[in-house]
């Protein structure tokens, strides 16, 4: 029998497609956490923001929680819906909307996948610089809903940089138009940069006017393999001063085993404790000129003891496909994933104390480091071993997150830098946060979703 409060919505908004498949109940329930089991009343497609508007009013009116839903690549289980909320899928509202080449913005709706966003961008020769792995999967409206970071971070900044414009459908139903594409707009609080980075819990992200920059210069790959962390921050150090740099990622041994197993081939004979897979400009003989002396500068050193150029395109993906496979290759293992970040400078300080923490708290468990060196961002994957319980495996790993939410504290980092908090590490916010902001942010909530429908439970209860 049909729920009623789905008749009734039915009513509200007519037109608006609905389903309670069981196979879209669990598609669209989950995001790549995997970890909660879906549970929504149903899912909704709304075809216009006038529909969005509708099914906000309603839901606020009756008290049903939503969860905006975009292409669901979360990590920290953001976009789960496991309590019984009806799901706001956005993934019909995917067309880009238009290209101002004056002002140099493209104007999308929020189901836009990153990848068409990057592409629409580059049919007019210009770029949508921020980058990730899931790129084809997830959509922009997430992507700001979670100030979504990635590998162009060290270059281009965080998704909030290229934000000129946001529409925003509140929990009330009202359509807020905030920055409007504006170069300078000081007129007050700027709720644009509420939104972003809110997870869903201040509106639902309808459209987006981006800012777009040219095409960066052509790069030179290079994978380098490195003896230590500390010579991997010198590296760091030497090269930022020196090339102007598109990436600077680094992965381990540990998780290159994951990502060779999954088929990425691998250049060098050995096996190096951690690598670096860095991006450059070499648009011309000098800057080419200037990479290679910092290579050979940090081989001189000691601080690098084996390196591989890109000598193609083909090359360069390859090289790159040991970095962006990790994801997928942990996949398998269902890893608790944290994504801490700490100020550059404390990183090799912060990370000696954080695996003495893990190789005591952990044992049992591998744990797989990878990460964007260049943003002071960690990934610590810990894989779930085959046999051990989800539910222990979950607490066993949330004890270790409070230690190490401990010493971020201490070190004045963040225990997320770019996943999110979702469901996943509300109850460690207090370590990033103070009382009073987190107070603060309960407030704003609360101003712009007085019902308390807007992904509830997530960020923090
Ligand atoms: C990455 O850096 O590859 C992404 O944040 C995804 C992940 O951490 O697995
Ligand atoms: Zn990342």
Redesign the pocket.
């Known amino acids: 029998m049909t729920d009623p409060r789905l008749t009734s919505l039915q009513t509200a908004v007519p037109g608006l497609r609905l389903s309670t498949e069981p196979g879209d109940l669990e598609h669209y329930g989950r995001d790549?956490t995997r970890r909660w089991t879906p549970a929504p009343l149903a899912i909704a497609f709304p075809a216009d923001v006038a529909q969005v508007q509708a099914v906000m009013r309603w839901a606020s009116a009756q008290g049903v929680a939503v969860v905006p839903s975009g292409g669901r690549t979360g990590?920290s289980g953001g976009a789960v819906a496991a309590r019984g909320e009806l799901v706001l899928s956005l993934e019909r509202m995917n067309k880009v909307l238009g290209f101002d080449p004056v002002d140099g913005q493209l104007t999308v709706q929020a189901g836009t996948p990153l990848q068409a966003v990057q592409e629409a961008a580059q049919a007019q020769g210009l770029l949508y610089p921020v980058d990730?792995?899931?790129r084809g999967s997830c959509s922009i409206g997430g992507n700001i809903a979670t100030n979504a970071?990635?590998?162009r971070v060290i270059r281009f900044g965080n998704t909030r940089e290229w934000v000129a414009g946001l529409k925003l459908v509140t929990g009330t139903g009202e359509l807020l138009d905030l920055g409007r594409g504006l170069v300078k707009n000081s007129s007050g609080y700027d709720l644009r940069h509420l939104a972003i980075g809110a997870e869903g819990t201040l509106g639902v992200v309808v459209e987006a006017t981006l800012r777009l920059t040219r095409p960066l210069p052509p790069a030179q790959t290079l994978l380098l393999a490195l003896p230590s962390f500390e010579a991997l921050m010198q590296v760091f150090a030497h090269f930022r001063t020196r090339v102007d740099l598109q990436a600077f990622?680094f992965l381990t041994d540990v998780g290159l085993r994951h990502v060779r197993a999954h088929g990425a081939s691998y250049p060098f004979d050995a096996v190096h404790p951690y690598y670096v897979l860095t991006e450059y400009d070499a648009a011309d003989e000098a800057q080419q000129a200037a990479g290679l002396a910092a290579f050979e500068h940090c081989l001189a050193q000691g601080w690098v003891v084996d390196g591989v150029q890109a000598a193609s395109e083909a090359q360069a993906k390859q090289l790159w496909r040991l970095?962006?496979g990790?994801?997928e290759s942990?996949a398998p293992y269902r890893?608790y994933?944290n994504?801490i970040s700490v100020r550059i400078a404390v990183l090799p300080a912060f990370l000696a104390q954080a695996q003495a923490l893990l190789a005591e708290a952990y044992p049992q468990f591998e744990v797989v480091w990878?990460?964007?060196i260049g943003d002071g961002?960690l990934?610590i994957?810990v894989l779930q071993p085959a046999g051990v319980a989800d539910a222990d495996f979950v607490a066993q790993c949330g004890q270790v997150t409070g230690l190490l939410a401990d010493l971020l504290q201490a070190h004045g980092g963040s225990i997320s830098a770019?996943?999110g908090i979702g469901l996943a590490k509300k109850d460690y916010l207090g370590s990033t946060r103070s009382p009073a902001e987190v107070a603060l942010m309960r407030g704003i909530r609360a101003v712009m979703d007085p019902a308390g429908i807007l992904n509830p439970g997530k960020l923090f209860d």
Do not use: A, C
Request: proline share 4%; hydrophobic share 30%; no cysteine.
């Open positions: 790549w990590l990730f792995g899931s970071g990635g590998i990622e970095r962006e990790l994801t942990l890893p994933k994504d990878f990460g964007h961002n990934h994957n770019e996943h």
